[in-house]
């Protein structure tokens, strides 16, 4: 009886201990400290607050400006900065601001979707050419070595005049051109992983290749890939922005800034703001990519401290 009494007494006690809590999983921890790093550089913060204002300020362009950004107003021409016109009026009077916000809807997209391809191609051709090596990897390589004898605007030149001018032959040749930097990148993440511990279990498991590919040696090469497609993004707008002045990309009258800069190259003297502020556009633009890149670069690096 004495015995049955202690054994409901330490049963109460036992339930009336704090159970100890279920540790984060190991994804949430993997985000944590990168998370953290990241919240911690102003840098970063500072290109994602610019780049976020770009972003809206182009979505809600119509809200923002009551001008039609292709509306020719002959009487207005050229005229300065004012409350009305905040950067002023180009040779045909219309508006730049509005112009400038919507040509944002040309110029991001031009540079994400380029990107987007390059990552796609990129990662097929550094998958293949790193895990499987020998012949697969020889002509891959070879190929690279090939596109990167070419300067990358010089590439997307070659293969616009194939294809034809065009804003979409301008996103795809600028995903091409962007290919080789990506395959060579995924190729050497996959040549160090492949020889992990966890990629000959698998095989001696008799797990198909594609499986190893994308739930094994994926995972592992996803950070620098992060970090190289953020900085692509930027040098993609730029080189949208420069096959549009060369007139291969977006055609007028389409609001791009690549192109506002070439229809407004004759007159820097007469008015100069019609050039300063697409140029402005660009260059802050890049800048926020650029400061969100590289700490994206810090974040995620495994060698650096809190």
Aim: proline share 8%; with cysteine; hydrophobic share 50%.
């Amino acid at each position: 009886m004495k015995n049955a009494h202690v054994e409901r007494a330490n049963s109460s006690l036992t339930t009336l201990q704090p159970q100890p809590q279920a540790a984060p999983s190991l994804r949430q921890s993997q985000l944590a400290l990168p998370l953290q790093r990241l919240r911690r550089n102003r840098g970063a913060l500072t290109g994602l607050l610019i780049l976020t204002v770009i972003v809206l300020a182009s979505a809600f362009a119509p809200l923002l400006t009551p001008f039609d950004p292709s509306a020719i107003t002959p009487q207005d021409r050229w005229l300065a900065p004012s409350p009305q016109h905040p950067f002023g009026t180009d040779n045909f009077g219309r508006d730049i601001f509005a112009r400038v916000l919507h040509g944002g809807r040309v110029s991001l997209p031009m540079g994400l979707i380029a990107v987007v391809i390059a990552i796609a191609l990129g990662l097929m051709g550094g998958l293949l050419a790193g895990y499987y090596g020998g012949w697969v990897d020889g002509i891959i390589m070879r190929c690279v070595d090939v596109m990167l004898a070419f300067p990358g605007l010089l590439l997307a030149l070659v293969i616009i005049a194939t294809l034809g001018p065009g804003l979409v032959t301008a996103m795809i040749a600028i995903g091409i051109a962007s290919v080789p930097t990506f395959i060579r990148v995924v190729r050497a993440g996959v040549l160090s992983a492949r020889e992990k511990e966890f990629v000959d279990a698998a095989r001696a498991l008799g797990v198909p290749d594609g499986h190893i590919l994308v739930r094994h040696l994926l995972p592992n090469i996803v950070s620098p890939v992060i970090v190289l497609a953020t900085l692509g993004v930027a040098s993609a707008i730029i080189s949208g922005a420069a096959l549009s002045f060369l007139g291969l990309g977006a055609k007028p009258p389409t609001p791009e800034w690549g192109a506002m800069l070439s229809e407004s190259r004759s007159y820097l003297r007469v008015a100069p703001w019609t050039t300063t502020f697409p140029g402005l556009a660009i260059v802050v633009t890049a800048l926020a990519i650029n400061l969100i890149g590289d700490g994206l670069r810090d974040a995620l690096d495994p060698r650096m401290t809190i």
